[in-house]
């Protein structure tokens, strides 16, 4: 088969990617007996699922503070991918990079130079690919605390089909269009989600319904305050553009724009709406079961709801 020159490039950077990662293993940069004394938080989850939502509201915190995705640990490692949507001069990570001896070594420096910028004590690192490595940052953070968010694969397929918009290249936050099959969403909702129940009965692991936590976010807020050891504060959840310097950084709500805006219900249910008959069956050849498992529904009639009218997306 015959590949088109932008498929041609991903497939030549993705090995790129790979061999870089590979150097890095054999030199130790993924050192398994590393450890970090830091009560990091870290957030994860399928893509779309809300985790940006919850890392928005836990930056509100008086002593918490969260920066755009890092992607530190469930990608191969890459300053590109901190550079561009933290504003930080490449060279400056490169220093860091140099001064490290493991991934972890860095995260504790960047962190602390990041913390001690914003006038906060407590790191909350929000990447959704997190949820692929919950047993290494368990392991790398002794006293650190795990979120993972879970949606309703159904409205997941439905906003991962247009996502990302937005893309790290060479260096800069570029548009991209996005045009992902149901089949290929499904996946991954299935493959993520699994991955983080994997730890639901950890004792540092918390599992948030994003459902739940739209409908009634005080009382869910409350909840995640008192797991990871921080009075709830009222004002997590205000928005306020000024509350903080890092809301000015360009890749702060990278992809999602709108989790800065009022906590609202108005996308539950969206695959009403979106997901055609064919794609609803699509879906449960993949992912049905864990839909069931999960207690989304109780069996599969759901795909014989008639197709709602079509309003705007989400």
Not at 167 to 183: A, D, F, L, T, Y
Request: charged share 25%; aromatic share 8%.
């Amino acid at each position: 088969m015959k590949l088109s020159p932008d498929h041609l490039r991903k497939r030549i950077s993705k090995r790129a990617r790979d061999k870089q990662d590979q150097s890095l293993k054999d030199q130790g940069w993924y050192n398994p007996s590393a450890r970090s004394e830091m009560d990091a938080v870290f957030i994860g989850g399928c893509g779309r699922s809300g985790t940006t939502l919850f890392k928005e509201l836990l930056n509100r915190h008086s002593r918490c503070a969260c920066g755009p995705e890092t992607s530190l640990y469930g990608l191969p490692f890459n300053v590109d991918n901190i550079a561009a949507p933290w504003d930080i001069n490449r060279n400056h990570l490169e220093s860091m990079v140099d001064q490290s001896s493991n991934l972890i070594e860095f995260a504790d420096r960047f962190a602390n130079e990041f913390l001690h910028n914003e006038g906060k004590k407590r790191w909350v690192e929000k990447t959704p690919n997190n949820v692929r490595a919950v047993d290494r940052l368990l392991t790398w953070y002794p006293n650190a605390r795990f979120i993972h968010v879970i949606r309703d694969g159904r409205d997941v397929v439905c906003s991962l089909r247009k996502h990302p918009r937005e893309r790290v290249v060479n260096g800069k936050i570029i548009p991209v269009e996005s045009n992902n099959p149901v089949e290929r969403s499904a996946t991954r909702w299935l493959n993520d989600t699994s991955m983080g129940l994997a730890f639901q009965n950890h004792p540092r692991c918390l599992e948030v319904r994003y459902e739940d936590f739209v409908v009634d976010p005080n009382s869910e807020m409350a909840k995640v305050c008192e797991f990871i050891g921080e009075d709830f504060e009222h004002g997590m959840l205000n928005p306020d553009p000024e509350s903080s310097v890092n809301t000015q950084r360009s890749g702060q709500n990278m992809n999602n724009a709108g989790a800065a805006r009022p906590i609202t219900p108005k996308s539950i249910g969206r695959w009403k709406t979106d997901l055609k008959q064919s794609e609803r069956g699509a879906f449960i050849d993949i992912a049905g079961e864990l839909l069931i498992a999960l207690g989304y529904v109780s069996d599969h009639s759901w795909t014989n709801d008639v197709q709602e009218s079509r309003g705007s997306p989400l």
